[in-house]
């Protein structure tokens, strides 16, 4: 049996053991957590002994069976990459015109395609101010343009997701990473039986992601290095390189990896899934071409959006070869196998 626990247990057993992933699902149901510069602080005490806050967290008990059976009928079965129909290569299509994506634009072109054929009322997204993430609640498709290209600090977006629940959004489509998902998938089981709860998601775009960093370390470590007004913009270089890179108008600065590493949430460190296994369509880079996305849809509701995406021009799809398939098992394999072990080590997250 899986805890179902309050406030004071969420900030024992997660925030004080500094498991936090800060992805938000805490934030903006009560008055109590808040998000400050990246962290999220519980802010006054709360005597329920019962919580949305304690029950949708990503690192407090996750029932995989139960996830895995709500959302794809059958039980959880650690396969590397999760539960899927089909896995492409894409980016957005002409009909997208130009615009900068991170890498091919594969997330945009599908969230405007699906707020403009009203799948969607509005998009949970992620935007940023000064590197500081700022999570955003839009209801019109240039709000989803802006919020494009990757920001890899840990981004307390979920929040927005429950303000927009309390706003009376019944569609509202959410782009996060791994753990944003899990939340969501936790949510979504109503772990405490409210009588008249809905799901207001109707379009859920995971990305792929191995780590993100603690916001007030990255900007500590970057305003060493620049003037982070500056920067507009971060990537990864491909390995062997292990480079993280800072774009700014001038000049792109060059960070080891391994001191990025170092500023990763511990909390990360116990996540299972590199490609958001709880999403409609999962999202991530393409080995070998930049302007391209690895594209893994898992639900017949995804597949639908990018058949429909292709024919209208939103989107392009080509197949993947045998040996970036390889390398995407092998780096989820090896996610997986870390996560599920740093979990025993850990705790408070069982399987
Ligand atoms: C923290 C992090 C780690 C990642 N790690 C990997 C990895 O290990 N391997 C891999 O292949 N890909 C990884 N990705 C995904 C990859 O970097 C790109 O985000 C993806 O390929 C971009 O696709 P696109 O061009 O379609 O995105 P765009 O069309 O440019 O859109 C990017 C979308 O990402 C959302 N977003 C940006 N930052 C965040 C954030 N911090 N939290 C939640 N949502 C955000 C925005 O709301 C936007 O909708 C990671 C992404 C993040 C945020």
């Known amino acids: 049996m899986i805890q179902i626990l309050g406030p004071n247990d969420l900030q024992e057993q997660v925030l004080n053991k500094d498991l936090c992933v800060r992805c938000g699902a805490c934030v903006g149901l009560c008055p109590y957590f808040n998000t400050y510069k990246g962290d999220v602080v519980m802010t006054f005490s709360c005597d329920h002994t019962q919580g949305r806050c304690f029950t949708h967290c990503p690192r407090t008990d996750v029932d995989y069976d139960l996830l895995s059976k709500q959302m ?22 002409d009909k997208m015109g130009d615009h900068h994506y991170q890498n091919g634009g594969t997330i945009t072109a599908l969230m405007v395609y699906a707020m403009e054929q009203g799948l969607i009322d509005a998009a949970v997204l992620t935007d940023s101010q000064n590197l500081i993430p700022v999570p955003k609640l839009v209801t019109e498709t240039d709000g989803i343009k802006n919020c494009s290209s990757t920001k890899y600090m840990a981004a307390p977006t979920i929040s927005k997701l429950n ?50 960093v603690d916001t007030k370390d990255f900007i500590n470590l970057v ?3 620049t003037d982070i007004s500056k920067i507009e913009g971060m990537d990864i ?33 116990m996540c299972p899934d590199m490609t958001s296994e709880w999403a409609d369509i999962s999202v991530g880079a393409f080995e070998g071409e930049s302007t391209w996305n690895t594209l893994i849809i898992r639900t017949p509701k995804g597949e639908n959006l990018v058949n429909d ?18 390398h995407l098992i092998k780096g989820a394999e090896n996610k997986k196998k870390r996560g599920f072990e740093n979990q025993k080590k850990d705790q408070p997250i069982r399987d």
């Open 163 to 212: 303000e927009g629940m309390k706003k009376g959004y019944e569609k509202i489509g959410v782009v996060g990473t791994p753990c944003q998902m899990t939340a969501i998938a936790k949510m979504k089981s109503n772990p405490l039986n409210f009588k008249n709860f809905k799901n207001p998601t109707r379009l859920l775009i995971g990305l792929f992601c191995t780590w993100a």
């Open 223 to 225: 305003s060493r290095e």
């Open 237 to 269: 270089l491909p390995p062997p390189a292990q480079l993280f890179i800072l774009k700014t108008k001038d000049q792109n600065i060059e960070i080891p990896l391994d001191a990025i590493r170092n500023i990763v949430p511990k909390g990360c460190s």
């Open 72 to 93: 794809f009928g059958k039980l959880y079965d650690k396969n590397p990459l999760g539960v899927h129909r089909k896995i492409f290569a894409s980016k957005a299509g």
């Open 309 to 326: 995406a292709v024919n209208d021009g939103y989107l392009v799809t080509k197949n993947l070869s045998e040996k970036n398939l390889a």
